[in-house]
């Protein structure tokens, strides 16, 4: 649910703040940083697809509505997936940069919690998209 999405980026902000400011690697950081970006591009596909499935579910909307809608979705889809890839390829970063467990735990933590958050939005939307097409169909 969207909560979900919220409550696991929150965890990752939480866990930042265990972390001293410069001590985190340069690499790791890096990575860390594009998994966010991920995140935060597919929060604005979900507020895109939100905004084109009130006029779907009002009945307003034209087609032009739910192809957005669809397109949005789809995009979230692809944004978890490069986000999964991510938290691999990370993860790998993490365990050859890390200087010691501390770092290796808080930097895992706010990966892990990053990817959850994108598929909860994942999750989210597709609860969205089925309730429309059953209404549709229905």
Known sequence: ???????????????A????????SPRI????????DLALIQGQEFVKALIAVQFVQR?????????QFLEAVDRMLGLEQ???EALRNTEKTILEESRDFREMRITIE????I???TNAA???????KDNILEGIQG
């Not at 649910?1 to 866990?15: H, M, Y």
């Not at 009945?59 to 192809?67: A, F, I, K, S, V």
């Open 1 to 15: 649910t969207a909560d979900d999405i919220l409550d696991s980026l929150e965890e990752a902000c939480f866990f």
């Open 17 to 24: 703040t265990l972390a001293p400011a410069d001590s985190i």
């Open 29 to 36: 950081s890096k990575e860390l940083g594009e998994m966010a």
């Open 59 to 67: 009945g307003t909307g034209r087609r032009d509505e739910m192809q």
């Open 82 to 84: 490069e986000c999964d």
């Open 110 to 113: 706010m990966a892990r919690s």
């Open 115 to 117: 990817e959850e958050s």
């Open 122 to 128: 994942m999750k989210a939307a597709f609860i969205i």
